[in-house]
């Protein structure tokens, strides 16, 4: 069954540090993979997405995933954490045979002074 | 331009009693879905509208849960009776496309609570 995991439900790094949020997929297919952020009391927000071609995706507020198929990886990161950047981050994965995303369980970013 | 609009944001009530959550998508946005978050885990689809026919209801628990699009615009998803393990975020996304891997612009959801 094609799906995502993530790992580490929380991850914590000081402010100006890099940040590095990891999404594994399994997929029989090429896969279309997403990055969501929710901030508190908030919906999703699609961060990047990635269907084909360049395997650097770039996104909003300074955030970019690399595709590796080799690794089975869309791992997500910024190069400087901003106080900001404290949400929650989903990675998901476009199931296209039956037209949705499935949602990786997310992982809860704090960034601390 | 709004956005997904939900309500009521939170909703207490007590088990069996039933319970109603309404959305309006982004004007003009065909599609329309309904997820469930649990408490930490990510959103799980529940049901698809495009337009106004439910085209994957396959998630739905169908002897507790209805939801209905009329006119293809708002929605209504409907629990009776609600059981304790219901409490969850209930969350609309909407989207301008019927196919494909686009992007799903979601509401804030409304946080239920039974017990």
Known sequence: ???????????SV??????LLRCNYSSSVPPYLFWYV?????GLQLLL????????????????????KSETSFHLTKPSAHMSDAAEYFCAFFEGGYNKLIFGAGTRLAVHP | ???????????????????????????????????RQNLGQGPELLIRYENEEAVDDSQLPK??????????????????????????VYLCASSPYL??????????GTRLTVT
């Open chain 2, 63 to 88: 002897d507790r849960f209805s939801a209905e699009r009329l006119k293809g615009v708002d929605s209504t998803l409907k629990i009776q009776p609600a059981e304790l393990g219901d409490s969850a």
């Open chain 1, 38 to 42: 929710q901030y508190p009391n908030q």
């Open chain 2, 99 to 108: 196919q494909g891997a686009n992007e799903q612009y979601f509401g804030p």
């Open chain 1, 49 to 68: 997405k990635y269907t084909t071609g360049a395997t650097l995706v770039k996104g909003i507020n300074g955030f970019e995933a690399e595709f590796k």
């Open chain 1, 14 to 19: 000081s402010e100006g540090a890099l940040v």
């Open chain 2, 1 to 35: 331009e709004a956005g997904v609009v939900q309500s009521p944001r939170y909703k207490i009530i007590e088990k069996k009693q039933p319970v109603a959550f309404w959305c309006n998508p982004i004007s003009g946005h065909n599609t329309l879905y309904w997820y």
């Open chain 1, 1 to 11: 069954a094609q799906s995502v995991t993530q790992l580490g439900s929380h991850v």
